[in-house]
């Protein structure tokens, strides 16, 4: 005779996985202290001015037509 399968397996169940869902979202929100809007882009840095200005097209291939 088969062994018996059991008609409910050892998970935790629905009821157990929406306990544990609302359980890390009460922890989130404690640790910290308010909700996350996930729909919000995040700020955008402000570009960093560099040290000197970039050289133009044209004085970096005369550049490199002098390295001939």
């Not at 809007?37 to 005369?62: H, Y």
């Amino acid at each position: 005779m088969p062994p018996r399968i059991p008609l409910t397996p050892g998970g935790p169940g629905p009821l157990g996985l929406v306990a544990l869902a609302l359980a890390i979202l009460a922890a989130g929100l404690l640790l910290e202290g308010h909700p996350v809007d996930a729909s919000v882009a995040p700020r955008l840095a402000a570009p960093e001015p560099s040290a000197r200005p970039l050289p133009s097209p044209d004085s970096m291939l005369r550049d490199l037509a002098g390295r001939d």
